[in-house]
C-alpha cells in the first residue's frame, strides 16, 4: 500500500528541505506546491500567472486551483509508492480534499509530521534564505551556506531570494499560516495521525527525529 505523509508547519520552519531530504531516503515522490506554481510562473502558464498574484502577497492561491494541481501531480506514476506532500494542504477544505482524492486511489494519510519553532526563528530563516533556480533546491546564509557564494551545489544553477522571502511577506504569510493552515493541527490530531517535532534543531537533528517519527 502507497504511503503518504503530510508536512505540516509554518513557513521557514524547513518542511522544504526535510521533505527532500525524506523523500530520497523513503523512495517517495515529493510534492512541494510552492515549487509547482513557481515551476509554472517560469513556464509562464496561466496558472503560473494567477498564482503570483497571490504569492507575491503572500496570500494563499484560491483552494480550487490549488487542489485541481494537487490532483494532476498525485497520478503520476512516480507516486505509485506514495508521496511526501510539502505545503499542501493548507486550510481544511484542501485536507478534506486530499483524503477523498487518496480514498479514491486507495490510500490515506499516514502520518503528519507538524513541525513547530518561534516566530522569531523562522523570520530569521526566511530572510536569508537564498533558493536555486532550476531545481528550488534551499540554503541559509549562516545555517546552511552553499560551498561557493550564489551557486548551489546539487546543480550549480544560480541562487536568488524569492520575492515571498523579503521581509514585508513573510510577516503576511506567518499570519495566513496562524489563521488558515494551523487549523489543520487539531484536524490531524483528532485523525491519530500528528507527530510533533521541534524543527529548532539543526537540519540532521530534525532529520533524525523525522525517522524517528515515522518509524512509531
Ligand atoms: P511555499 O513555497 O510552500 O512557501 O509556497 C509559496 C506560496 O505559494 C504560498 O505563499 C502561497 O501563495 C502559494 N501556495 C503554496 N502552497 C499552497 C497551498 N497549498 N494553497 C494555497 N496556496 C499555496
Known amino acids: 500500500m502507497a504511503t503518504f505523509i503530510v508536512l505540516l508547519g509554518p513557513p521557514g520552519v524547513g518542511k522544504g528541505t526535510q521533505a527532500r531530504i525524506l523523500a530520497e531516503h523513503l523512495k517517495l515522490a515529493h510534492i512541494s506546491s510552492g515549487d509547482l506554481f513557481r515551476e509554472n510562473l517560469k513556464g509562464q502558464t496561466e496558472l503560473g500567472r494567477l498564482a503570483q498574484t497571490y504569492m507575491n ?8 486551483v490549488t487542489i485541481a494541481m494537487i490532483r494532476e501531480r498525485l497520478t503520476r506514476p512516480d507516486c505509485k ?3 511526501i506532500l510539502d505545503g499542501f494542504p493548507r486550510t481544511t477544505a484542501q485536507a478534506d480534499a486530499l483524503e477523498k482524492m487518496l480514498k479514491e486511489f486507495g490510500g490515506k494519510v499516514d502520518k503528519v ?13 526566511l530572510s536569508g534564505r537564498w533558493t536555486c533556480r532550476a531545481q528550488g533546491h534551499v540554503y541559509h546564509d549562516k545555517n546552511n ?25 513573510v510577516v503576511r504569510r506567518i499570519q495566513v499560516y496562524l489563521e488558515q493552515t494551523a487549523p489543520l493541527i ?3 490530531r483528532s485523525r491519530g495521525t500528528l507527530v510533533e517535532i521541534d524543527g529548532t ?6 532529520t ?5 517519527a515515522l518509524e512509531k
Open 145 to 169: 551556506p552553499p560551498k561557493q557564494a550564489m551557486v548551489c551545489d546539487i546543480d550549480g544553477s544560480e541562487l536568488y531570494q524569492r520575492d515571498d522571502d523579503k521581509s514585508e511577506t
Open 186 to 188: 487539531a484536524y490531524y
Open 113 to 125: 509530521p507538524y513541525v513547530t519553532a518561534p516566530e522569531k526563528v523562522l523570520v530569521e530563516r
Open 201 to 206: 534543531q539543526n537540519i540532521e537533528k530534525v
Open 81 to 83: 509508492a506514495g508521496a
Open 208 to 212: 533524525k527525529a523525522f525517522m524517528s
Open 57 to 64: 502577497k503572500g496570500e494563499l492561491v484560491p483552494d480550487d
